[in-house]
C-alpha cells in the first residue's frame, strides 16, 4: 500500500509526459512534495470538455484533489485516510469505490517517487522507488468529485490502485510481515503503474477491459534506494536536583 509519495514537481517531465502545455502561473504542491492521506496532490485526467468533438481541447489536464478518494457520502476530509489505496480485488465491490470504477472516473497520479516501508533488519526504513531512466512514474488511479457538506464547495480526490505484489522482486520486500500470516501469503501490495504507452488507453477504458492495465511494473525499470533514518539527537544526561535548588513549583499554565 503506498501513503507516502513524491508527486511530480519537473514541470518538462509533465509536459513531455502527457503532451500539456502547463501555464506560467502553475506550481508544484506545497509540503515539500511529500505528499500524504487527505493532502492535495495534482492529478491527470481527460478534460470533460473533450467529450465535445473540439479538436482544441488538449488530450490531459492536470487538476488537483484530494488523496484518499472521498465518495458523495464522505462527511469530511479525513474520510480520505481510509481510501488513498483502493485494492483491485475489491475495487468493484466497496461502496467509496465503485461508482468511480462504474462510471468510469480514470486519472494518473504523476510521481517522481514512491514510498515503501523495508523491514527486513526488523526496523523500519523508508525505501524510495523512482523509474530507472528517472522518467515520471504514472500510477493508476479513480478520481470522483466531492461537495463539502459544511461549505457546498465542490472538490476532486483520487485514489491509487493496487495489486497484489508477492511475486514481485522488489515489492514482495517491503512492509512488515504479519507474523499471523505464513510467508508465502504476506499479501504484499504494489501501485499499479502504468508503461507511458497506455495512459491514453487507461483513460478511456470501460469498466470491463479496466483490470487488464492492472499489472505490475517491471523491476529492472524501478531503482529502490532506502533512505537513512534522521540522526537522532544525543539526550541530555539527567542532572539530579534538590528543593532548594529547584525552587518551588509553579503552577502549570494549562
Not at 28 to 54: K, N, V
Not at 67 to 93: C, H, I, M, Q, W
Not at 202 to 218: T, V, Y
Request: some cysteine.
Amino acid at each position: 500500500m503506498c501513503s507516502h509519495y513524491q508527486a511530480e514537481k519537473r514541470r518538462k517531465q509533465i509536459e513531455k509526459h502527457f503532451g500539456i502545455q502547463l501555464p506560467p502561473s502553475w506550481e508544484p504542491p506545497p509540503g515539500g512534495l511529500h505528499i500524504y492521506p487527505t493532502q492535495m496532490a495534482p492529478f491527470i485526467r481527460r478534460p470533460p470538455e473533450r467529450e465535445s468533438g473540439d479538436e482544441a481541447v488538449p488530450d490531459f489536464e492536470v487538476v488537483e484533489g484530494h488523496f484518499g478518494l472521498l465518495p458523495g457520502f464522505a462527511k469530511d476530509a479525513k474520510f480520505g485516510l481510509k481510501t488513498y489505496n483502493a485494492r483491485s480485488e475489491t475495487v468493484r465491490e466497496l461502496a467509496s469505490f465503485k461508482n468511480a470504477w462504474a462510471k468510469p472516473r480514470h486519472c494518473i497520479v504523476p510521481c517522481e517517487a514512491i514510498y515503501e516501508p523495508d523491514w527486513r533488519t526488523g526496523k523500519f526504513i523508508p525505501t524510495r522507488f523512482t523509474a530507472a531512466n528517472d522518467e515520471t512514474l504514472g500510477v493508476a488511479g479513480l478520481w470522483s468529485p466531492w461537495k463539502n457538506p459544511e461549505t457546498a464547495e465542490w472538490k476532486l480526490s483520487f485514489t491509487m490502485l493496487t495489486i497484489n505484489a508477492e511475486a514481485h522482486p522488489l515489492f514482495k520486500l517491503m512492509h512488515r510481515p504479519d507474523l499471523k500470516r505464513p510467508p508465502e501469503k504476506q499479501d504484499k501490495r504494489m501501485v499499479a503503474i502504468l508503461p507511458e504507452a497506455w495512459y491514453g488507453e487507461w483513460l478511456d477504458a470501460p469498466p470491463e477491459r479496466s483490470m487488464d492495465f492492472l499489472m505490475q511494473f517491471p523491476a529492472e525499470r524501478l531503482a529502490m534506494v532506502a533512505e537513512a533514518p534522521p540522526p537522532q539527537e544525543p539526550k541530555a544526561p539527567k542532572v539530579k536536583t534538590t528543593p532548594s535548588e529547584s525552587g518551588p513549583l509553579e503552577p502549570p499554565l494549562f
